[in-house]
C-alpha cells in the first residue's frame, strides 16, 4: 500500500522540513541540519554575542578598581615605613639596636684572650681602648674593649652549670632552675641600675654608656663557672680556691678598666686623684670593683654541698 498516495495527511509536503533538499538527496536517513561545517566567523559570533553583555561590564569596573588598588597600595606602604621609622627611632632611643653589632664582633682569637686576661690580668700593662678616627676599633681588633659575647655566653653557661650542680645533689627542678636564672638575671640589672643611679649623684663626666657598664658586670659569670666547675670535680676546698683567685682577678681588671673611664678627666688634664670629686670618683671605683667578688659568691655558694 502507498502511503504516500493514500494516506497525504499524515505527510503534508515532506519537503518542508529540510532547508536543503540536496542534503536530502544525498543522505535521505538524516533528521536534523548538519552545523559541523560551519564557518568559525560564526562560532566567534556566537561567543562574542554571549560574552558580549559580561564583557562590557569589565572595561568600566577595571577603571575604577585600578586607581583604587594603586592608590591604596601607596597608602599603605606609606605607613609601613612611617611606622617602621617610628619604631626604630623610639626602640633605639631605649634599646640601641645600632651599637649591639659593634659589641658581638669578636673572633676566637679575641675570646681566648679575654678569657685569659679575666682570669689572669697581673701581666697586662696597655688597659686603653683603641680609637681609630674617634671611634673605638671592634673588640676582635683590641682586647682592652668591652664586649656582649662573652658576658652572655657566660650567663648561660651559669644556667647550665647550676643546673648540673643541682642534678648531682638530686635538688635539680625546671621551677628551681628558672628561679636561679632569674635571680642572677635580676641582681645583674639592679647592679647595673645602682652604678648609673652612683654615676648620676657623683655626676661623673664618662664616655661609658650603659652597655658597657652590663658588658662589665656580666665579665664575672667567667670566675663563677670557674669556681662551680672546680667545685664539682674536686670538692668544697678547691671551690673556695679557684673562687678566691677569680674574686682576685676580676677586681684587679675592674680597677684597672674602670679608672681610666671614672678619672678620665683627671688622667687627660695629667693631675693626681685629689678633691672630694675626684675621691668620690676613686671609692665608686672600688665600689663596683668590690662588688663583683661579693656577687660571684652570693651565686655560687649554694650550688657547692
Given amino acids: 500500500m502507498d502511503y504516500t498516495a493514500t494516506q497525504s495527511g499524515f505527510r503534508q509536503q515532506p519537503n518542508m522540513r529540510l532547508r536543503n533538499s540536496s542534503t536530502d538527496a544525498a543522505d535521505g536517513s538524516q533528521l536534523f541540519e548538519d552545523t559541523s561545517g560551519a564557518g568559525p566567523g560564526s562560532q566567534a559570533g556566537y561567543r562574542n554575542h554571549q560574552a558580549g553583555p559580561q564583557a562590557a561590564g569589565f572595561p568600566g569596573q577595571s577603571l575604577l578598581s585600578d586607581p583604587m588598588s594603586n592608590l591604596a597600595m601607596a597608602y599603605g606602604s606609606s605607613l609601613a615605613s612611617q611606622g617602621k621609622e617610628m619604631v626604630d627611632k623610639n626602640l633605639d632611643r631605649f634599646i640601641p639596636i645600632s651599637k649591639?653589632?659593634?659589641?658581638?664582633?669578636?673572633?676566637?682569637?679575641?675570646?681566648?684572650?679575654?678569657?685569659g686576661l679575666l682570669v689572669f690580668p697581673y701581666?697586662?700593662?696597655?688597659?686603653?681602648?683603641?680609637?681609630?678616627q674617634d671611634t673605638p676599633v671592634a673588640p676582635r681588633f683590641d682586647v682592652n674593649a668591652p664586649d656582649l659575647y662573652i658576658p652572655a655566653m657566660g650567663f648561660i653557661t651559669y644556667v647550665l652549670v647550676a643546673g648540673l650542680a643541682l642534678g648531682t645533689q638530686n635538688r635539680f627542678s625546671p621551677e628551681l632552675l628558672g628561679v636561679q636564672a632569674s635571680s642572677a638575671f635580676v641582681w645583674l640589672i639592679m647592679e647595673v641600675l645602682a652604678v648609673l643611679l652612683s654615676l648620676y649623684l657623683v655626676t661623673v663626666n664618662t664616655d661609658l654608656t650603659t652597655i658597657d657598664l652590663l658588658a662589665f658586670s656580666g665579665y664575672k659569670y667567667v670566675g663563677m663557672i670557674v669556681g662551680v666547675v672546680s667545685g664539682l670535680l674536686f670538692g668544697r676546698l678547691a671551690y673556695y680556691l679557684s673562687l678566691l683567685w677569680c674574686c682576685a682577678a676580676i677586681f684587679v681588671f675592674m680597677i684597672r678598666t674602670l679608672r681610666l673611664k671614672l678619672l678620665s678627666e683627671a688622667a687627660a688634664e695629667g693631675r693626681l686623684v685629689r678633691g672630694a670629686r675626684n675621691q668620690l670618683r676613686m671609692y665608686l671605683t672600688m665600689s663596683i670593683a668590690a662588688a663583683q667578688p661579693i656577687f660571684m659568691y652570693w651565686l655560687t655558694y649554694h650550688l657547692i654541698r
Fill in 100 to 115: 649591639l653589632k659593634y659589641y658581638f664582633a669578636v673572633d676566637t682569637v679575641y675570646v681566648g684572650k679575654k678569657l
Fill in 123 to 132: 701581666m697586662h700593662q696597655n688597659w686603653e681602648v683603641s680609637y681609630q
